[in-house]
């Protein structure tokens, strides 16, 4: 039996415990009769800083390994193209702007980093958990709010908020002492940590999604069993389908749960008001955009991502980067 060794998305996701971790350490031996097995380990038990991780791919370091687009952006700013904040409002321009972007994301992986993409993987929708009432994005301006990447950063300094940028894992400390009033995260990893306990008022417009790309080291790849590699690509696109349904599902329950109603099955059930996203809100996300978001993006990328950007998503989506920010 040959056994591979991979390096997964984030622990104690859903999209990691009920369908990355099965599919390597149950379902490869199984659809493979037996012939090949995988161990699997989440990035972020494995001692692998994130934005540290297509490197590591690169040096065959991680033969086979999951990197965050987000931590991918520090180095390579134009990979963060289809999520940044503001561009994605639902799952449907998620997937428009995703489909768009993966030609030049699958070459340029190839061809400058010497990855091969395998799989694009998605997270729920990142919103907003805040502690004081609102009603919309007007209400933010002046609180400090917990962001995770330099996008979200750039969408929270434009409604007039102040941008703190923190780990997950210190999310509820940051609202215990009081450094942050609102953070956003996702649907129900927000609730997984509690934040439903601590926070009233829970705002339904995705800022970001959060994507993932998992893929081999070239030499790695190349070494693999031509049926092993037939396999892994026919059974890896339904991996990932799964994982967008997951996400999709998981955005919905999470609100639920927040909320307390009964479509709440996993999570737990708090109190909240959940609001919705306004005619005003959809403007402003909008003016956010095209004013700040996609302005500083291109100025921290340089005229080559105005290129990308005018021949990927911004065609698709009907918004042109211009040429010399």
Known sequence: MQKLRVVG??????????????????????????????????????????????????LGVVPFGTALMSSLAISHPEYAAPDLAGLNPDMASLKKSVAAFRPYLEKALRERHGVEALALYVYPAQVL?????????ADLAGRR????????FDFVAAVGAV??????????????????????????????????????????LPVTWGLAVFGAN????????PDLKALLRRELPKLEAAIWLESERETTEGLACNRGTA?????????????AVSPQDERRRQEIFTATVLTRWLQRCKSR??????MTIGPVRGITAPATP
Not at 145 to 152: E, F, K, L, P
Not at 305 to 310: I, L, S
């Open 9 to 58: 998305g984030l622990a104690d996701t859903n999209q990691y415990t009920h369908h990355e971790e099965p599919f390597w350490t149950r379902e490869l031996a199984r659809l493979s009769g037996g012939r090949f097995d995988a161990d699997i380990v989440p990035f972020d038990r494995a001692g692998v800083p994130g934005g540290d991780m297509l490197r590591l791919i690169e």
């Open 129 to 137: 958990f805040c502690k004081k009432p609102m009603t919309g994005l």
């Open 145 to 152: 709010i917990r962001v995770s990447s330099a996008t979200q």
């Open 163 to 204: 941008p703190v940028l923190t780990g997950f894992a210190q999310i509820m400390s940051n609202m215990a002492s009081g450094n942050t009033e609102c953070a956003i995260t996702g649907t129900m990893s927000g609730n997984t940590l509690g934040l439903h306990e601590v926070t009233s008022h829970v705002h339904t």
């Open 218 to 225: 070239m030499a790695a790849w190349g070494a693999l069993p």
């Open 263 to 275: 479509a709440c099955s996993s999570g737990r059930r708090g109190h909240m008001v959940e609001v």
């Open 305 to 310: 991502c105005a290129e990308v950007w005018n």
